[in-house]
């Protein structure tokens, strides 16, 4: 089920669920657990992860029981590629936190074999006993991740191809289309939907068609958001103008 949470901006948004994060994470290391979080790029998040480091910095808020999953990581680019995402992770976030380096993950957007990191990435979530906290963003397709439509419900962690809608979207940081690499190594729909809690964050007016699509539209292939429907506590955290066509 999808609960819709309004907030009045993006930085309120922002600090609500870094308090949410920051409370789990407290709770668990209390008890000795790890808190598993499963993390996203774009510039959504951004505001969130400024809270974070905010919170670290200010208010001693450790890292060191996180460990952390990203969503993907595009085909071909090294990790110290400027635009990879693992670049996009250490700048806004991870080098600003004093979370292990052993502890966080991104798929290796190198790999001759993505059938194999794939599946040893599956592996590694299990072993980590599953992710507590999923962080979205969403695309104008309808992707979460890189799970363009059409994706399955059923679909787990693998090599796809992007929409050119996605990546006409995600030229700008590249600055030129032609650079935007043509595929991604993603989580699996039924990968994000396994994870205890999800977090879904959009904002502004360009999200709003998307956003009620996600939450209004029967669950199928076509929109991959709408099998958000199918998951026992996702929250889409909005402002105004993202809920807009609700
Ligand atoms: C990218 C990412 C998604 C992200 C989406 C939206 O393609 N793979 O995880 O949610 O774009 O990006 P933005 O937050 O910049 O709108």
């Known amino acids: 089920m999808i609960s819709v949470r309004l ?3 993006k930085h309120s948004a922002a600090q609500a669920i870094a308090r949410e994060i920051a409370d789990l994470i407290r709770l668990r ?3 000795g657990k790890a808190t598993v979080l499963g993390l996203a790029t774009g510039s959504t998040p951004l505001p969130l992860y400024a809270e974070l480091v905010r919170l670290s910095r200010e208010e001693g808020l450790s890292f060191r029981s996180v460990v952390t999953f990203n969503l993907d990581e595009y085909a071909g680019l090294s990790a110290d590629h ?4 693992r670049t996009f992770m250490e700048e ?3 080098r600003h936190l004093d979370i292990p380096a052993a502890n966080i993950h991104i798929p290796d957007g190198l790999t001759d074999d993505a059938a194999r990191e794939c599946g040893a990435y599956e592996a590694s979530i299990r072993a980590a006993g599953g992710i507590d906290l999923q962080v979205l ?3 104008r397709t309808g992707h979460i991740g890189f799970n363009e439509p059409p994706s399955s419900a059923d679909c ?3 090599r796809v191809h992007l929409d050119e809608v996605t990546r006409q979207d995600n030229s700008v940081v590249f600055g030129d289309l032609a650079q935007v690499p043509r595929g991604a190594l993603t989580m699996g729909v039924a990968t994000i939907l396994e994870a205890r809690r999800v977090a879904l964050l959009a904002f502004g007016a360009a999200k709003a068609g998307i956003v ?5 539209e029967a669950p199928s292939a076509d929109c991959p958001a709408t099998w958000l429907q199918r998951h026992p506590d996702c929250v889409f955290h909005l402002d105004a ?3 807009q066509s609700l």
Do not use: M
């Open 7 to 9: 907030h009045p901006d």
């Open 92 to 94: 806004n976030l991870f």
């Open 29 to 31: 290391s209390e008890s």
């Open 156 to 158: 787990r962690t693998r």
């Open 241 to 243: 103008a993202a809920a």
């Open 82 to 85: 400027p635009q990879s995402y």
């Open 212 to 216: 009620a699509r996600a939450v209004k």
């Open 137 to 139: 963003g969403i695309g």
